[in-house]
Each structure stands twice: as C-alpha cells, then as structure tokens.
C-alpha cells in the first residue's frame, strides 16, 4: 500500500539554524499539507499547498516558513530561523479523493 | 471557521467490553469526518471517515463511528475492546472542500485494562 514518508526521522538544531524537512507524498495525490503536533498535544494545521502554490496557510505559518515541491515527488518545510518553541513533531500529510495520509513524522528539537 | 470538541481526555474500558469514544464538531456546510489513531512515537493512522450517506460507518480494525447531523457527533465506537486498541485518539473535521484543511479534536487517550 503506498505511504507517505518523511525524513529525517528526528532533527536536532540550534536556535537560529536553518532546517529543511523533506516529505514524499503518495505519488498521485495532488494536494499536500503540513501539520505539527508539540508534544503530546493538539495537531495544529500549517500549511495546505496544490498546484504549486499554498492554497491556505495557519497563523503559525509565518515569514520564517516556506514550502516547495522542487522536482515531481518532493514537498519539503523549511524553517529559516529556528526558534525553541519550533520544537513539535511534524507532520506531512497528502490527500487522494477525501481522507488525508500522514506520514511517520520528524520530530523537531531545537536547543 | 471549523472546530471539533473531544470531551473526554481519557477514556478507561475493561477489554471484553464496548468502547465509546466521543466526539462534536461545528462546521459550515456539510462535513468530511475522520478518525485518526496515533500510537506512542508514532505518525497517525487513519481509521474511518464519513462523507455522505449511511450514518454509520466502519473503518478498520472493527471500528465504527455513527454520524449525527442533528447532535453534530461522530462518535467512534468498538463492540468489543481489546488491550492493543489503547492509544490516542483523534477526531478531525475538514470542509467538504478539495484542498480544505483538516482541523482536530484535542484528542483522547483510550486504555483499555486486561
């Protein structure tokens, strides 16, 4: 059955730092999104993006994020500027018809 | 705006016996709705939606869920718990939209004793 995948699994990076999260949604999907949960907490919505361009994005989606899907398979997350409270499991996710599939996640430390 | 309530932070069942896991939501038009389980460490795995037609509807691992527009729930349901059920639980409800996002319920730890 086909899935999506995230890597890396996990990230550590200092305050400040740049980080890049890379996602494989399933390849005939259309639409994509990115989630984070902070530990054990509420997933909160990000970003949604379709035809190469956000369609919707959350509050938290500030200037310090962005996303590109840069060649046919990938979707990737960038934070410029890590910020301790950036610390939270991520989720990348990609819709067929209705339901959305999330991928494993990366979990997120920033010291 | 979309919004989903899960009342119970836990829940605690005996396995042998049904479970119940609660779930309301509010949103404009008429709802997609979706159970998601999530395992410790691990990602979200989807159970069971709802969008249109029969009330009840069922998802994998013997789960089902009944929708009622009128109470505006979805709660999830299992006839018979078993111990390996015990995880977190989500409820999510997005706009019968294409690229709608999903909004989710806070979550529900379920336990489900030997």
């Known amino acids: 059955e086909p899935e999506v995948t995230q890597t890396p699994s996990h990230q550590v990076t200092q305050m400040g730092q740049e980080v890049i999260l890379r996602c494989v949604p399933i390849?005939?999907?259309?639409?994509f999104y990115w989630y984070r949960q902070i530990l054990g907490q509420k997933v909160e919505f990000l970003v949604s993006?379709?035809?190469?361009?956000?369609?919707?994005k959350s509050e938290i989606f500030d200037d310090q994020f962005s996303v590109e899907r840069p060649d046919g398979s990938n979707f990737t997350l960038k934070i410029r500027s890590t910020k301790l409270e950036d610390s939270a499991m991520y989720f990348c996710?990609?819709?067929?018809?209705?339901?959305?599939?999330f991928g494993p996640g990366t979990r997120l430390t920033v010291t | 705006a979309q919004s989903v309530a899960q009342p119970e932070d836990q829940v605690n069942v005996a396995e042998g016996n049904p479970l119940t896991v609660k779930c309301t939501y509010s949103?404009?038009?008429?709802?997609?709705l979706f159970w998601y389980v999530q395992y410790p460490n691990r990602g979200l795995q989807f159970l069971l939606k709802?969008?249109?037609?029969?009330?009840l509807v069922k998802g994998s691992y013997g789960f089902e869920a009944e929708f009622n527009k009128s109470q505006t729930s979805f709660h999830l349901k299992k006839p018979s718990a078993l111990v390996s059920d015990s995880a977190l639980y989500f409820c999510?409800?997005?706009?019968?939209?294409?690229?709608?996002?999903?909004?989710f319920g806070d979550g529900t730890t379920l336990t489900v004793k030997p």
């Open positions: 996710a990609s819709k067929g018809l209705y339901e959305q599939y």
């Open positions: 390849s005939n999907h259309l639409y």
């Open positions: 993006f379709y035809n190469n361009e956000i369609s919707e």
């Open positions: 949103v404009s038009g008429n709802p997609y």
């Open positions: 709802y969008i249109t037609g029969d009330n």
């Open positions: 999510a409800v997005r706009h019968n939209t294409n690229a709608g996002k999903s909004t």
